[in-house]
T-cell receptor, first 113, second 115 residues
Framework: DQQVKQNSPSLSVQEGRISILNCDYTNSMFDYFLWYKKYPAEGPTFLISISSIKDKNEDGRFTVFLNKSAKHLSLHIVPSQPGDSAVYFC????????????FGQGTRLTINP | EPEVTQTPSHQVTQMGQEVILRCVPISNHLYFYWYRQILGQKVEFLVSFYNNEISEKSEIFDDQFSVERPDGSNFTLKIRSTKLEDSAMYFCASDAASGVLNIQYFGAGTRLSVL
């Protein structure tokens, strides 16, 4: 039951360029979406989130776009830096009560100097 | 910056043994969670806990699993009789439950190896 899918297991981007990570979901009940970043031997670290009432949220170099009709969201990182190399997880939840997160498989982003 | 802490970082156990994974959530947080990630697979929800009771649990969270908040700071996950397939990273998370849209903060995880 893959309610949240990240179809690209890996992505390689040149330093200074834009990184675009994509995520699709199938459950129309999801109304809150989060991106987490994970380094080896660490837990997921929150990056940015978006509610379904918005179509864009920006925080510094990170912007998340939500297309509800397509059930698609994307994370843009610009400019990309070597420290951004990590695994990025998309997660979705229903904003009622205890909001369990449903995660995608993750995308390994590598920023090349 | 406040953080979720988990101990131990690595637990090795024999099949059939009981293990307790420990977590100290962020102090003013009210919702607590356990997730697991089997090597090469997704992070999966196990259980959520609020107001001293389970709010929701997944199909994975069967009778072998239990959670407890024994005091004001610790949140534990017990696996009563471990199986080989319980080998995974187990992550604890907490959130402040301060609004409709809450951010879950994760610990560094406990790697459980069942031999």
């Amino acid at each position: 039951d893959q309610q949240v899918k990240q179809n690209s297991p890996s992505l390689s981007v040149q330093e200074g360029r834009i990184s675009i990570l994509n995520c699709d979901y199938t459950n129309s009940m999801f109304d809150y979406f989060l991106w987490y970043k994970k380094y080896p031997a660490e837990g997921p670290t929150f990056l940015i989130s978006i509610s379904s009432i918005k179509d864009k949220n920006e925080d510094g170099r990170f912007t998340v776009f939500l297309n509800k009709s397509a059930k698609h969201l994307s994370l843009h990182i610009v400019p990309s830096q070597p420290g951004d190399s990590a695994v990025y997880f998309c997660a979705a939840s229903v904003s009622q009560g205890a909001q369990k997160l449903v995660f995608g498989q993750g995308t390994r982003l590598t920023i090349n100097p | 910056e406040p953080e979720v802490t988990q101990t131990p970082s690595h637990q090795v156990t024999q099949m059939g043994q009981e293990v307790i994974l420990r977590c100290v959530p962020i102090s003013n947080h009210l919702y607590f969670y356990w997730y697991r990630q089997i090597l090469g697979q997704k992070v999966e929800f196990l259980v959520s806990f609020y107001n001293n009771e389970i709010s929701e649990k997944s199909e994975i969270f069967d009778d072998q699993f239990s959670v407890e908040r024994p005091d004001g700071s610790n949140f534990t996950l017990k696996i009563r009789s471990t199986k080989l397939e319980d080998s995974a990273m187990y992550f604890c998370a907490s959130d402040a439950a301060s609004g409709v849209l809450n951010i879950q903060y994760f610990g560094a995880g406990t790697r459980l190896s069942v031999l």
